[in-house]
Structure formats: structure tokens, C-alpha cells
């Protein structure tokens, strides 16, 4: 087609060859760039660096020293009980009259052995608490990683499952090892300067077994109730009625403790099933608490008006002194 000083060309798309196409002119200048991790390799990368800082939280928290000492400490402890077992469970070594109202059965003892792990997971694995409060202090001087989900290769709730993970895996290389090498080095010193010890070598592969599932179960449910929690309502109500409903049906007999402690049901049953759904449990609910971390980054301000006066006047029975001060800014602190 031509016009007045113009010439118009039209071909098909189909004549053109785009098998080459030529450079856009960017260039790296030498620099390897890194793509993004995905799926395993960014779960794993991120374990990885969560233990480190783990590690050095608690150095930072407790010196190096202490941080040695410790599992130290513990092992010994441990291996002292071990050879102290044979006048708790009333062994042939330690008999002495009217035995059986001295000593304590076996059952007893791994209930006494699993109860204190229970209690001490349940008040380690509020994950969700602890997100959110890093979350709140990311303006400070030390950040973590669960302050900054926006810079991982992870979503925010799987991030929190990554910390589950790192945690199980931190507390049994921190508490559960040394207290098996306790009970193996106990063992050792069977028949030396007649010390005698009722424990053999192979139950201490199903203690740690059994001590890790209790472990992982009191963090996935600890975890899971400060999940809910930060959903509020009606979680916030019906969370507080259910464990104390648990604690009455334990306490009157009503629900069976070596059922509801998993650890504790494997160990006395020895049971290598058991043990696989203990853990498979314990993994499955911190998976599903993590799943109910909102993607929320973003911190909310909330506005009130003075509290501390009005509370402070109320709490005129406790008189003029600082007592009632301090009492009333433990209320608004619990109001806020």
C-alpha cells in the first residue's frame, strides 16, 4: 500500500523466525545471582539457620560455659539415679523389711520420669506467642527470624513449623541425649565397687524413644493453644474451660494418664507402633497449629485511655503503700 510520501508493508506473523531471540542488554557483571529456594531446599536452609540462631541465643542467654555444663550436669545426675534405682524400685541388692511400702513400681517411676518432660514442653512450645512478640520488638537492636517472615523463602506458617521442628530437635539433643548418656554411663559401673543397677542397655533406646514423643507431644499441644489463642474468641473462652475439664477427669481418675500421655503409653508397652504414631501425632498437630498462624505482619494499635488510675482507685483495701501500685499495674498489663 502506498501513500502520499509513505510506503506500508504487512506480512505475517508466520514469516518471522524468533528461534533466536538476541540479548536485552542486562548483564549480571560477573555476580552469580541466587534464585529463590523452594520446597524442601527452602524448608531445610531454614532449619538450618533457625538452629544456629538457636544456638546462639542460648549462648548469648546462658555463656558457652554454662551451655557445656549443663547436659554435663545432667548426665551425671542422671547416672547417679541410675545406680540409686535399686533402692527405689526395691531391687534384690536392697531388700529390706516391709519393702513394698519403700519402694516405687516401675510404673510409678516412668510416670515420674514423663509427667516433669510433659510440663516442661507444655511451657516451651508457645510458638505463636513468641512469633508475635518478636514480631512486636523487630524495631530493637537483635531481630529474629520469626520477626521478619517477609524476607523468607517460606510463608509465615510454615516458618513456625520449621521452629517446631528445630525445637523438638534442640531440646532432645539438649535434655533427652545427655539423660540416656546418664542412664548408659550408670550402667557401666555395674559390678564396679559392688554397685548394682536393675537398669539394662535395652531400655534406653525406648526412654529416649519414648521421652521424645512426651517431648514433641507437649510442644504440639502448647503450641496449638497459643495458635487458637491469638484467634481469640471463642477460642480464648472455651481453651481455659477444656483444660481444666481435662484436669478434673485426670485428677477424679475419670481419663487414664498413660493414654493421654503418649510417651508414656508407648514406653510401658514397647510398642514400635506406638512409637511411630506418638511422633506422628506430635509432628501432625504442630503442622496443623502452624496452619493456623494468620499472615499477618502487619502490628496493630490499639488505643485506650488511662487505666492505671482507675485501677489504682479500686484497689483502695490494699492501702497507700507500693504494693497496691504494683498490683495495679499487673491488672493493666493484663488488660492491655
Do not use: C
Amino acid at each position: 500500500m502506498t501513500m502520499a510520501g509513505t510506503f506500508i508493508e504487512t506480512r505475517s506473523w508466520t514469516d518471522d523466525d524468533f528461534s533466536e531471540s538476541g540479548s536485552l542488554g542486562t548483564s549480571s557483571h560477573g555476580v552469580m545471582l541466587n534464585e529463590p529456594l523452594r520446597g524442601w531446599a527452602a524448608f531445610s536452609a531454614t532449619f538450618r539457620v533457625m538452629f544456629v540462631e538457636e544456638a546462639r541465643k542460648s549462648v548469648e542467654f546462658a555463656k558457652k560455659r554454662q551451655m557445656v555444663l549443663f547436659p554435663l550436669l545432667l548426665a551425671l545426675v542422671t547416672a547417679i539415679s541410675t545406680i540409686g534405682l535399686q533402692f527405689l524400685v526395691g531391687d534384690s541388692t536392697a531388700q529390706t523389711a516391709d519393702i513394698d511400702s519403700k519402694t516405687f513400681t516401675w510404673e510409678e517411676l516412668r510416670f515420674a520420669l514423663h509427667l516433669p518432660m510433659f510440663m516442661f514442653s507444655l511451657g516451651m512450645g508457645t510458638f505463636a506467642f513468641m512469633g508475635r512478640d518478636a514480631i512486636l520488638r523487630r524495631t530493637g537492636t537483635k531481630n529474629f527470624l520469626l520477626a521478619a517472615p517477609a524476607l523468607q523463602p517460606l510463608p509465615n506458617s510454615m516458618a513456625h513449623f520449621v521452629y517446631f521442628v528445630k525445637e523438638v530437635l534442640f531440646y532432645v539433643l539438649l535434655i533427652l541425649t545427655p539423660i540416656i548418656a546418664g542412664m548408659a554411663l550408670g550402667i557401666l559401673l555395674d559390678g564396679v565397687a559392688g554397685i548394682r543397677t536393675p537398669l539394662l542397655w535395652s531400655s534406653l533406646p525406648w526412654t529416649w524413644l519414648a521421652m521424645a514423643t512426651t517431648l514433641g507431644q507437649g510442644l504440639a499441644l502448647s503450641f496449638l493453644a497459643s495458635s487458637l489463642w491469638l484467634r481469640g474468641r471463642p477460642y480464648t473462652v472455651v481453651g481455659p474451660v477444656a483444660v481444666v475439664a481435662i484436669g478434673i477427669g485426670v485428677g477424679l481418675g475419670h481419663l487414664p494418664v498413660d493414654v493421654l500421655l503418649w510417651g508414656l503409653a508407648a514406653q510401658s508397652s514397647q510398642s514400635g507402633v506406638a512409637i511411630l504414631l506418638g511422633l506422628a501425632l506430635s509432628f501432625g498437630l504442630g503442622l496443623f497449629a502452624s496452619l493456623l498462624i494468620l499472615d499477618d505482619f502487619d502490628v496493630s494499635v490499639v488505643e485506650r485511655g488511662d487505666l492505671l488510675a482507675p485501677m489504682h482507685a479500686r484497689l483502695g483495701f490494699l492501702g497507700k503503700g507500693n504494693i497496691r501500685l504494683i498490683v495495679a499495674k499487673e491488672f493493666v498489663d493484663l488488660f492491655r
